[in-house]
């Protein structure tokens, strides 16, 4: 690693220019280590939280891409700080930039679970399950404060409606009371994103992440309490996590994953030209193999933005990451699989009790 320029803590490792704003202003990564360098700190590191105030809280999903119908998010940014993380390129569209911003100025919306109980009650809501997060990590750190992934989850429970949890965060099984009860009526299922077996990778990957050891950990306990879990292998990246899927696999069917999803990186939006200025400082000696692995992936490109396409990747890169895919499933989920929600119950619980007959 280049140690000398590298943000230990965070992914990105500079805001980029957003492209909505017409003026670009300098990047003040020089000016701040001018000011470490002569004793002072002239801006922190830290985290802001900022609360915003939408009006709706539910997203319909079109992308075919995509196996769900709906998401929601909590929080706006994440301090995971994954370098690959699509969702980067959303933190945009408030104002800030797709880099640090993204993971130092956290969007809360601590009106959700209002804003979710209407929407569950509207007479013209067909129960679907909802995903939290379809963008951002609902476990992140942020949530240990503000707890609205867990007030969520309590409206869910009341309206008996179907939700699904998608998160890299152990900090999921302090609601495994809620999760229990849901689980009673078939009523979620949880995705645990890992993406590496190494300690060092997750690190630089995913700085502010919880352990491996701990996710394994949270797939487990959450299968012992009857809890379908998806273990989340993605993305990819040739020449970082590739070849490590068949022990991905198998490890989290040994802890009790019911099945596994995966993607094969695509660095768009902003995202490539984070990412190779991360990978440069923090694996400068394989940056290149890796950005011309990803391209081989894409027809040359680092992003490919077709529908069917962008997901899977092509070449033979892809296909050799897919067909190791198709051998894990066949050789450690052969007799598993993930329940489908049930999206019965709701109509009987709009009103918030069980309607009398």
């Known amino acids: 690693m280049n140690s000398k320029n590298f943000q230990k803590g965070r992914g990105a490792q500079q805001n980029v220019h957003n492209r909505f704003e017409r003026q670009v202003y300098e990047i003040r990564d020089d000016f701040l280590e001018y000011c470490r360098l002569a004793g002072e700190e002239a801006v922190g590191n830290g985290t802001e939280y900022i609360p915003i105030f939408p009006k709706t809280i539910i997203n319909k999903v079109t992308s075919p891409d995509v196996v769900m119908s709906y998401s929601m998010n909590p929080y706006q940014g994440c301090e995971h700080g994954c370098i690959y993380c699509y969702a980067r390129n959303t933190h945009e569209f408030w104002g800030y930039s797709a880099g640090l911003d993204f993971e130092r100025k956290i969007l809360v919306k601590k009106d959700a679970p209002k804003l979710l109980e209407e929407k569950l009650k509207s007479k013209r809501w067909k129960a679907a399950t909802i995903v939290l997060s379809g963008n951002t990590d609902c476990y992140q750190p942020a949530e240990r404060k503000f707890e609205i992934t867990r007030q969520c989850l309590k409206v869910f429970l009341k309206y008996r409606h179907p939700v699904g949890l998608i998160t890299k965060n152990a900090l999921v ?185």
């Open 173 to 357: 099984l302090r609601d495994l009371d809620l999760l229990k009860e849901l689980s009673k009526y078939n009523l979620v299922g949880v995705n645990v994103s890992i993406t590496t077996l190494s300690e060092k990778t997750r690190r630089l990957l995913e700085p502010r992440t919880a352990t491996i050891t701990k996710r394994l950990k949270t797939v487990q306990a959450l299968s012992e309490n009857g809890i379908p879990v998806n273990a989340m292998l993605a993305p990819m990246i040739p020449g970082i996590n590739s070849h490590e899927l068949l022990a991905l696999a198998k490890t989290t069917s040994e802890h009790g994953a019911l099945s596994f999803g995966l993607t094969v990186v695509r660095l768009n939006g902003a995202i490539g030209q984070l990412f190779t200025d991360w990978i440069k400082k923090a694996m400068p000696d394989r940056a290149d193999k890796v950005l011309h692995q990803i391209q081989e992936c894409h027809g040359g490109t680092l992003n490919d933005s077709r529908f069917g396409i962008r997901s899977r990747g092509q070449g033979n890169m892809a296909t050799q990451i897919h067909a190791i895919a198709k051998l894990a499933r066949q050789k450690y989920f052969k007799d598993k699989s993930f329940p489908a929600l049930r999206t019965d119950l709701h109509e009987t619980y709009k009103d918030g009790q069980m309607r009398l007959f």
